[in-house]
């Protein structure tokens, strides 16, 4: 398993931009899909955005045109770009990476690795 780290959080305006970081730390890790889930406040954990080992990418309707996730394999790191902010984007954002894509979709702790995450606050 790799080891996962998200950075980049914060407090942001409506109409903002922040960009998350995940840094991964062992082998094999140009071999795993990567996603960013994240959760609200009595909300289940939804899927963000999903990037696999050959750097497709998927995303959820709510955030289409507005994030943009990828990844750089020489540094192990995930991204996610979050423009157009907007105050139901609040919540805790975590990384997460597995070795297929079916226990990536899973969306729980348990089933591949997860980061701690990091809190993304939208509001003026």
């Known amino acids: 398993q790799v080891h996962l780290e998200e950075s980049g959080g914060g407090l942001v305006q409506p109409g903002g931009s922040l960009r998350l970081s995940c840094a991964a730390s062992?082998?094999?890790?140009?071999?795993?899909?990567m996603g960013w889930y994240r959760q609200a406040p009595g909300n289940q954990r939804e899927l963000v955005a999903r990037?696999?080992?050959?750097?497709?990418?998927t995303y959820a309707d709510s955030v289409k045109g507005r994030f943009t996730i990828s990844r750089d394999n020489a540094k192990k790191m995930v991204y996610l770009q979050m423009d157009s902010l907007k105050p139901e984007d609040t919540a805790v954002y975590y990384c997460?990476?597995?070795?297929?894509?079916?226990?990536?979709?899973?969306?729980?702790?348990?089933?591949?690795?997860w980061g701690r995450g990091t809190q993304v606050t939208v509001s003026s």
């Open positions: 062992g082998s094999a890790f140009s071999g795993y899909h």
């Open positions: 990037i696999d080992s050959g750097g497709s990418s």
């Open positions: 997460t990476g597995a070795q297929n894509l079916a226990t990536l979709n899973v969306g729980k702790d348990g089933y591949g690795s």
